[in-house]
């Protein structure tokens, strides 16, 4: 799985700051600073990259991946 970290100041994000997708397993894993990570699945890496490069990722987590895909939420490990 490949990890991408964004600065939480530079995106105005507050509620994560870092994604890992595996491409074979079209997962995209979102790790939220509350300790808790939501894994979405089958997702093309087209709309990967959409979500990398939106403007506002909150809003684009809200209305399209929690809207049109599977999700499933899980406590984080301390050191993810």
Known sequence: MNVTN????AWNLSHFSKIGYCKE?????IYFLNGF???????????VFEFIISLEKE???RNILVSHYCISFYATPLHA
């Open 59 to 61: 809003a684009f987590i």
């Open 37 to 47: 990570t939501m894994e979405v699945y089958d997702v093309e890496e087209k709309v």
């Open 6 to 9: 964004f600065n939480k100041k």
């Open 25 to 29: 397993e079209k997962r995209l894993c």
